[in-house]
């Protein structure tokens, strides 16, 4: 009995856990519109401050995939399909995938920390002293800020990330540039686009919320801060691959 | 105006509160003491809805204070031990926070700085982030953040633990200064004999979760509570106060 009574333990805790942080995030996601000024400072933080590591992890990405793709593709006499299978892949997988890591990397370690912080120096309780919902004032600008600037993220880094295979193609595999180009927009649909965007909008919501739930219970001093924000960034990427496997499945 | 009945905190197997009853009138300064770990911020926190009681009940204005909290917390200030300033903040922002909520930002600018004047910063802090501060000032910025929107009852949570003895005189003169000016109902909660001396009206003596000792300083000064003489002269005790040990010296030490 003991395993299963173990496996069910599991199973409610998970479950718990589960409906908490929904809920957290339902309060967060309610508070929309409480503080636009703070809202407005998330959104640089998280979103304009993101841009050149998102930009530089697409760019990379891109051109490394256009290599891959020539270099497999020549084996079947395929290597023509590199504008379009660089395009389709940046744009449904490796956009937004790549993109809420490198986001998830940047930005939940960075909640986690300030937000813990702030729980350790007894910051949140002087908001409650001075007649401020932390819910409001601290967790609701930056889920919302997550929600809204990863999907642009994800947009800006799929161009750069096509720009990366273009420059490869056209430098060092010989393409023409127009006709790059050209294939590049030719196979690719709005679907492929918009599917990554919506993942974006996920993957922000999921590293901003493990910034926010993992920062706002950190306690133990120092030391407890330091495991909110591992906590935090590991939950995010776990998290953010598991949501894309479930809505890849679901869009395809 | 504030009452505590029969209040009691439980953290797994510890009980830090056990029926604490308090009063505190209008205007009054009372001023709770106890070693560490005696509940003394526990009872705050409680009073704050920080924390949930086990049992008791909190009564502000005759009224249970969970009905009327977000009244109370529209009267009410706190410095905190270290100031919880918010560092994404100027320091004048930090003191009107509040203010910014109910006026335009020039006017709670400059309720701020005339704050910030009464705890003896000049407007040239005005501008600078908490991490500029040293501990003092930030000790002064988080009480010119208390008393930014005039409230009615402040909470002083260990107000001069890590200063230096001067400055702690300082921050004790402006507490008193600033209580009996407005006329606001005070908690602080120390172990700094000398902010009792010159804060309290009243003294209250946290020990093990209870109430252990309450009067005047005057009071304190004669009481016969062994306990309370012994903090007050700062004397060492067994810890925990369980079978007694021989604090005697050891006849062995000191010898060639």
């Known amino acids: 009995m003991k395993p299963v009574r173990l496996t069910g333990r599991a199973a409610i805790g998970l479950t718990r856990m589960i409906g908490r942080v929904t809920i957290f995030a339902g309060r967060g996601l309610a508070r929309v519109g409480a503080h636009p000024s703070e809202l407005a400072r998330q959104m640089l933080h998280i979103g304009w401050l993101s841009l050149p590591v998102v930009g530089l992890t697409a760019l990379f990405t891109g051109a490394a995939l256009a290599l891959q793709i020539h270099s497999g593709g020549e084996r079947f006499q395929a290597g023509d399909v590199v504008p379009a299978i660089v395009a389709i892949g940046m744009a449904r997988e490796l956009g937004p995938v790549l993109g809420g890591l490198m986001v998830a990397a940047r930005v939940a370690s960075a909640i986690a920390a300030e937000l813990g912080t702030m729980r350790v120096t007894e910051q949140i309780d002087a908001l409650v002293t001075l007649s401020t919902d932390p819910i409001g004032w601290l967790v609701s600008p ?23 295979g273009w420059i490869i193609g056209v430098q060092a595999l010989g393409f023409n540039s127009t006709t790059y180009l050209a294939n590049s927009w030719a196979y690719l649909e709005s679907w492929d686009v918009v599917s990554g965007l919506i993942k974006g909008a996920f993957f922000g919501l999921i590293v901003a919320l493990a910034g926010c739930w993992f920062g706002m219970r950190a306690g133990g001093g120092a030391a407890g801060v330091g495991r909110a924000t591992t906590n935090a960034v590991v939950a995010a990427s776990v998290g953010i691959l598991a949501a894309n496997f479930a809505l890849t499945g679901l869009f395809f | 105006m504030l009452s ?6 439980t953290f797994g197997p510890k009980r830090v509160l056990d029926g604490v009853d308090l009063d505190l009138a209008t205007g009054e300064s009372l001023v709770v003491i106890g070693g560490s770990g005696t509940g003394k911020s526990v009872l705050l926190r409680c009073i704050l809805g920080l924390e949930t009681p086990d049992a008791g009940e909190i009564l502000w204005r005759d009224r249970p204070l969970a009905e009327g909290r977000a009244e109370f917390m529209d009267e009410f200030g706190m410095l905190f031990q ?6 994404s903040l100027p ?3 930090n003191v009107a926070f509040r203010l910014l909520r109910q006026m335009p930002k020039a006017r709670a600018r400059d309720i701020a700085v005339e704050k910030l004047a009464r705890v003896g910063l000049g407007p040239e802090v005005a501008d600078l982030y908490p991490a500029e501060l040293s501990g003092g000032m930030r000790k002064r910025a988080g009480l010119a953040r208390a008393i930014a929107a005039d409230p009615r009852v402040i909470f002083f949570d260990e107000p001069t633990t890590g200063l230096d003895p001067i400055r702690a005189a300082t921050i004790n003169e402006l507490i008193r200064g600033i209580v009996d000016e407005t006329g606001a109902t005070a908690i602080t909660i120390t172990h ?16 093990r979760g209870r109430l252990r000792w309450q009067g005047t300083v005057a009071q304190m000064d004669t009481a016969q509570d062994d ?30």
């Open chain 2, 227 to 256: 306990y309370l003489r012994d903090f007050i002269a700062g004397r060492a005790r067994p810890m925990a106060r369980g079978p007694a040990l021989d604090l005697a010296p050891d006849p062995t030490l000191g010898r060639e």
């Open chain 1, 142 to 164: 930056r889920l919302w800020a997550g929600v809204l600037c990863v999907p642009v993220l994800v947009g800006v880094g799929d161009i750069i990330g096509i720009m990366g």
């Open chain 2, 91 to 93: 320091v004048w922002r």
């Open chain 2, 192 to 207: 700094d004999m000398s902010s009792v001396r010159a804060i309290a009206d009243r003294v209250a003596l946290l020990d």
């Open chain 2, 82 to 87: 270290n100031a919880a300033l918010f560092d």
């Open chain 2, 4 to 9: 505590v009945r029969g209040l009691s905190k």
